[in-house]
Structure formats: structure tokens, C-alpha cells
């Protein structure tokens, strides 16, 4: 329709006038979120959500790359890794952090341990306790385990470590395989 030479704006027709239209126009219901709004939504945002609704604590890069390109999912992680949300344990291997209590600086949530433990089940190696920590469970030794040791079914070339403290591995043999017993 043209008005003296100028275009009216049109208003879809509605059987209500006044103020009841605008609060008609108010109760309709809300429009679901459409696949453009959603992909709206920053790397950053997405790899937040995942790590929260995940359960464990070790994180690979490789449990990402489904929501971006390769570096830009480790600059997203480099980046939680800078906040203190995440800290870098191994390459490609994240851990939740949470800060100290001492200094508040961010730390890992469980002992290095339990989490390198936790690292090579998810890069698939098993793991089992080292010589000594059998040594020490069975009475024959006195000697606390440090804790720094790992035995492993095969070779990992990985470093897994934190703060300057690294783990080693222990190469389990024919003789001590995974899941059987020495005999005695």
C-alpha cells in the first residue's frame, strides 16, 4: 500500500485491539531454538559445557575435536588451562583444577596418581601396582612408595606430570602380567 508517496508499515491483523493486543502479543509462546542460534554459541561456551557434564576428571583433546578444528580446540584449552579451570598434565591430556587451599593457585582435584591412572585407562593401558607398592601391601618391606610409579602393561612414551613432578612407568613382565599372580 502506498500512503502520499511513502510505504505503510503493515501490522499482521489481530481480532484484538488496544492493550489487550500487547499483552496477547506477550503470551505466545516462545519460539524453540533454532540450529543458526545454536551454532551461535562460542568454541569456549561448548567445550565449558562438555567439561562440566563430564564425570571424570581427565580430559583429552581428542574428546573435542568433534566441536572444532585441532588447534582451536587446544588454544581453548590452553586458555582454561591460563584461567585455572583446566591444567595441563601431559600432551593433549587436561585435568580439572580447583585452587589451592593454601594459595589458591589451581590444583588438580585428585592426587597425581589416581590421575595418571585415570590418563592411561583412557588412552587404553593398564595399569597395576608397581613391585614395591606389591612389596609393601605383602608385609615384605617397610619402604612407604613414593607414589611416582605406574606399572604398565606396554610402553608409553607420554610424560604425565605436574608441577615438576613426573611420573615414571614401570614395564610390567611375562612373568608379573596384568590381572595374574606371582606365584610364591
Known amino acids: 500500500m502506498q500512503n502520499g508517496g511513502r510505504f505503510a508499515i503493515l ?8 492493550p489487550e493486543a500487547e499483552q496477547a502479543a506477550l503470551a505466545l509462546p516462545l519460539q524453540p531454538k533454532r540450529h543458526t542460534d545454536m551454532m551461535r554459541e562460542t568454541l569456549k ?3 565449558s559445557k562438555r567439561i562440566d557434564r563430564k564425570r571424570h576428571d581427565v580430559f ?10 585441532y588447534d582451536q580446540v587446544g588454544r581453548v ?12 598434565i601431559g600432551l593433549g591430556l587436561y585435568v580439572r583444577a580447583r585452587p589451592s587451599a593454601l ?16 590418563a592411561l ?28 610409579r605406574v ?24 612373568a608379573n602380567r596384568l590381572g595374574h599372580r606371582q606365584r610364591a
Open 11 to 18: 501490522r499482521p491483523r489481530t481480532a484484538i485491539e488496544g
Open 45 to 47: 561456551t561448548q567445550v
Open 60 to 69: 583429552l583433546r581428542a574428546d573435542f575435536g568433534d566441536l572444532g578444528g
Open 77 to 88: 584449552l590452553a586458555q582454561f588451562a591460563r584461567e585455572g579451570k583446566l591444567l595441563r
Open 103 to 118: 594459595d589458591s593457585e589451581p590444583t588438580p582435584v585428585n592426587g597425581l596418581r589416581a590421575l595418571a591412572d585415570e
Open 121 to 148: 585407562r583412557r588412552l587404553g593401558v593398564k595399569t597395576a601396582p608397581t613391585r614395591l607398592e606389591q612389596d609393601y601391601s605383602a608385609g615384605k618391606t617397610t619402604q612407604v612408595p613414593a607414589g611416582r
Open 151 to 174: 606399572a604398565v602393561n606396554r610402553r608409553v612414551r607420554r610424560k604425565i606430570g605436574f608441577n615438576g613432578v613426573v611420573m615414571s612407568f614401570e614395564r610390567v613382565g611375562p
